[in-house]
């Protein structure tokens, strides 16, 4: 059976500060790997998604992850957040017709 | 742009009604689900389906039934609502069958109180 773990429930960090939010899987086949954003009473919607090729993907709003097969994560990252960025992170990985989500990371930027 | 529209953002029941909520997405997704999101506990997948009145049980089915008579319509019903099933609830569908790494499009979630 497929897991996401997400390590940090939360993590503030300054504005303009640069930020990890830290996500690992677990799979014995061929996945792909998502990060959804949730905004405040809002669904959530998709920042980026690794599907094959390039192990770094890059998103909206400047967001990065980076794919490392050998210790089965996808990170998230940004040089520098904004208070806009205060939101509820999560990762997924898809595999049979069904994606699994992590608990998500709150993300709090501090002005 | 895929627009995942759910008919009510809020709702309080009396605990032992029948609740139905409802889900339509305009974009001819075949594959819709419903997810319950809990504090701590992310996003669980209650049931999904990926064809007009086909479903499958998702991680926690239990006190929970669907119903896709069209393409773009599914409901989650509650046969008989009860207080620990007050949470938020999240539709979303996205492309075919077997398809995992597409995107899924989510509604903006129904927050039920069940008192």
């Known amino acids: 059976a497929q897991s996401v773990t997400q390590l940090d429930s939360q993590v503030p960090v300054f504005e303009e500060a640069p930020v990890e939010l830290r996500c690992n899987y677990s799979?014995?086949?061929?996945?792909?790997l998502f990060w959804y954003v949730q905004y405040p009473n809002q669904g959530l919607q998709l920042l980026l998604k690794?599907?094959?090729?390039?192990?770094l993907v890059k998103g909206i709003n400047g967001f990065e992850a980076e794919f490392n097969k050998s210790q089965t994560s996808f990170h998230l990252r940004k040089p520098s957040v904004h208070i806009s960025d205060t939101a509820e992170y999560f990762c997924?990985?898809?595999?049979?017709?069904?994606?699994?989500f992590g608990t998500g990371t709150k993300l709090q930027v501090i002005p | 742009d895929v627009k995942v529209t759910q008919s009510s953002r809020y709702l309080v029941k009396r605990t032992g009604e029948k609740v139905f909520l409802e889900c339509v997405q305009d974009?001819?997704?075949?594959?819709m689900f419903w997810y319950r999101q809990d504090p701590g506990l992310g996003l669980r997948l209650i049931y999904f389906?990926?064809?007009?009145?086909?479903?499958e049980k998702g991680d926690i089915p239990e006190g929970y039934s669907v119903s896709r008579e069209k393409k773009e319509r599914f409901s989650l019903i509650l046969e008989s609502a009860s207080t620990n099933q007050t949470s938020m609830y999240l539709c979303?569908?996205?492309?075919?069958?077997?398809?995992?790494?597409?995107?899924?499009?989510f509604g903006e979630g129904s927050w039920l109180t069940v008192v």
């Open positions: 979303a569908s996205s492309l075919p069958r077997d398809s995992s790494g597409n995107t899924i499009y």
């Open positions: 799979s014995s086949v061929s996945v792909y």
């Open positions: 690794y599907l094959s090729g390039s192990t």
């Open positions: 997924a990985a898809g595999g049979y017709q069904k994606v699994t």
């Open positions: 974009m001819d997704h075949e594959n």
């Open positions: 389906s990926y064809d007009v009145k086909m479903k």
